[in-house]
């Protein structure tokens, strides 16, 4: 999911516009220049710019002015072109925060990025979710920390409404599925589900068949789906777009029918489920979209009555496999400034504030849970900090021309009907760059 990467934890409405318009720098920041280059100053590069972007600069300002420490901040809503410009310019900033661990990798084996197993404390590093740590990894060392992290197999509904009608959370796949079927007798669609985002339409999709290739298949088939050591149209892939199908697809599944998916923006999908009747029960996506632009605000406003979640369950009720991401922090210019914001950044104290706010889940799985602002936010998290299996979001880490080209352009031919699953599946394997 390419685009919810270049914006790292930020979500809002105006998510597309903020590709487009955003610029380099913020208040408190001071533009492109070289400030890796300047030995008083710490600069920290990273992709995020929306509210997200005042809130991470006032968590490390805050422990910056308390070590005498000044900071630049250099946010760019075009991460990727900027950072690799700007380190094949030999300008490199001293911290930067990758929203796809593929770049970051790149970094490391091009010798510019900083081995930090003498960086940042072990004890910081081991107390987080093993799944994102390992997407900081290359070639069995740590290049980069999860600063944050976002969970994408989440399942919201209507909590009184779900409960009015006696449905029961499902604890497995096949409960999931048996429920669905529940719902559709009832004659209530069961899911609502959109994958329009502008540029980046189709990535939601991808989410999909990357949950169910997690769930049917455990995390070590999965990264090698992922790495492309078995093919795209593997027939584990297959099996997984088929229950795609089943449970989406399928007609009287899916508010507004089949044809309206590619063109129902994926922030606003859900809500049809707050309409009296509920217009759906159940609409799986990542934890950004339940803040201001995406679910409405009279629900937002009463989040804990209103709001319930359910992760994507496991083959078996023992199997708590969950999708993510995060935003993984890299050192290049390995000053002693630098190293002491990283050890904060690893460290339990860091995002205190911002979680009390909106949109910030913690990768330490001792982080306070009394600082997230609801029980929700609180349930999300133990979703991470509990699971069997975190992994990272297969689409981040494939090749550009798959990742955010052929596997979200496929999709939405398939979805839309232009093309079958087998077919979409097969153009996608096709369009994998020769090693």
Not at 141 to 169: D, H, R, W
Not at 220 to 241: L, R, S
Not at 407 to 426: N, R, Y
């Amino acid at each position: 999911m390419r685009i919810r990467k270049t914006l790292g934890t930020a979500f809002t409405v105006g998510l597309i516009s903020v590709l487009a318009t955003g610029c380099l720098s913020e208040p408190g920041g001071s533009g492109s220049g070289g400030g890796g280059d300047d030995d008083d100053t710490v600069e920290i590069m990273y992709g995020f710019t929306d509210s997200s972007s005042g809130l991470f600069q006032a968590e490390i300002n805050k422990f910056a002015e308390a070590q005498g420490i000044n900071v630049k901040f250099s946010p760019t809503p075009d991460f990727n072109t900027v950072i690799t410009t700007r380190i094949s310019g030999n300008n490199k900033p001293d911290i930067a925060i990758f929203p796809q661990p593929g770049i970051m990798a790149d970094f490391a084996r091009s010798g510019d990025l900083t081995d930090l197993g003498t960086v940042v404390d072990p004890a910081s590093v081991s107390a987080m979710v093993p799944g994102i740590v390992d997407a900081g990894k290359v070639d069995g060392k740590q290049f980069a920390v999860p600063m944050s992290l976002n969970i994408k197999s989440i399942v919201f509904y209507p909590k009184q409404e779900f409960t009015a009608a006696g449905y029961q959370v499902p604890d497995t796949l096949d409960g999931l599925i048996a429920l669905t079927d529940q719902i559709k007798a009832t004659g209530t669609t069961p899911w609502c589900f959109g994958i329009e985002a502008g540029p980046g339409t189709g990535w939601p999709a991808t989410d999909w068949i990357e949950n169910l290739m997690l769930i049917q298949n455990g995390p070590e088939v999965y990264q090698q789906w992922v790495n492309h050591e078995i093919p795209f149209n593997a027939p584990q892939v297959v099996a997984a777009a088929d229950t795609m199908n089943q449970l989406l697809l399928t007609d009287g599944n899916v508010n507004g029918g089949r044809a309206s998916i590619a063109s129902n923006n994926f922030a606003t999908a859900a809500n049809p489920m707050f309409d009296t009747p509920p217009g759906c029960f159940m609409y799986r996506q990542g934890n950004f979209v339940a803040r201001s632009g995406g679910f409405p605000d009279n629900v937002l406003a009463d989040i804990d009555n209103r709001l319930g979640v359910f992760p994507m369950p496991g083959e078996t009720a023992a199997d708590k496999p969950v999708l993510g991401g995060g935003d993984l922090a890299g050192v290049f210019n390995n000053t002693e400034d630098s190293k002491k914001i990283m050890d904060y950044m690893a460290s339990t104290d860091f995002g205190a504030d911002w979680a009390k706010q909106e949109g910030f889940l913690s990768p330490r799985t001792d982080f306070d849970p009394a600082n997230y602002p609801n029980e929700l936010t609180r349930e999300l998290a133990k979703f991470a900090y509990e699971s069997t299996a975190f992994v990272f979001d297969g689409s981040d880490q494939m090749p550009g021309e798959v990742g955010s080209g052929s596997f979200w352009a496929q999709m939405v031919a398939w979805i839309s009907g232009s093309e079958d699953a087998k077919t979409a599946l097969d153009n996608i394997e096709a369009s994998w760059p020769a090693s």
